[in-house]
């Protein structure tokens, strides 16, 4: 969205990866001031909105900045530079890098943008402090719930990672890991499927309180 205000031509290319992998499946290329932008990902929405992150970074160091210069029946434009080249808002540049911290935070930055939103249209003027949506309530039967299931269900910003396999076929042994708000989980698995799944459970076990019997999860430490 930050992009398309900023490059109101960009056009995405998306294409298969040959080599597709666990992480990246499709890869896209945005064209932004002559330069070619790419971004993988694991669906082509992924891949689109990478590229135009790599397309964002480029504009802000390329370009100058400025403020927003607005006629009261004008729409918003951007200012040029005096050699004729555009600048960049800083409306923009804030907007990118609320996005990419409130990521690094594992916060939604949807649900903040609403928040911020609220501030700026409502509690700000009546000086009252803006409520927070409650948080999700967790499932009774947690315990029983598939660990991976459960993780997309409460902590939809956990991300996993191949770490590395070993062993020959067929024994070969998985090792993947979670990172949920810059917390390291690892787990094991004769697949990729059961290493992700242990280290769901670590995740589960140590952030989200899950105590599970013996005989299906037991912490390493």
Known sequence: MILNELVKSATYTVTDLPQPSEMNQYTATVLVDGVSHIGHGRSKMEAKSMAAEAALKYIVKN????????????????????????????????????????NSWGEDPNQA??????????????????????????????AHMNPLMLLNQMLPHARFEELGRSG????????????VDGQIFTGTGSN??????????????????????PDVYTPTN
């Open 113 to 142: 943008r609403g928040v911020i939103t609220s501030v700026n249209m409502q509690d700000s003027i009546g000086g009252q402090p803006p409520q927070n949506k409650p948080a999700k309530k967790m499932p009774e039967n947690a």
């Open 192 to 213: 990729k499927k059961a290493a992700k799944k242990m280290a769901a459970f670590a995740v589960c076990h140590k952030i989200l309180a899950i105590q599970y019997p």
């Open 63 to 102: 370009r100058q900045f400025s403020a927003f210069k607005k006629d009261e029946d004008a729409d918003e434009k951007m200012e040029v530079a005096e050699d004729g080249s555009p600048t960049l808002p800083w409306q923009h540049v804030a907007s990118f890098a609320l996005y990419k911290l409130l």
């Open 168 to 179: 020959n076929p067929p024994n070969v042994v998985f090792t993947f890991k979670c990172t």
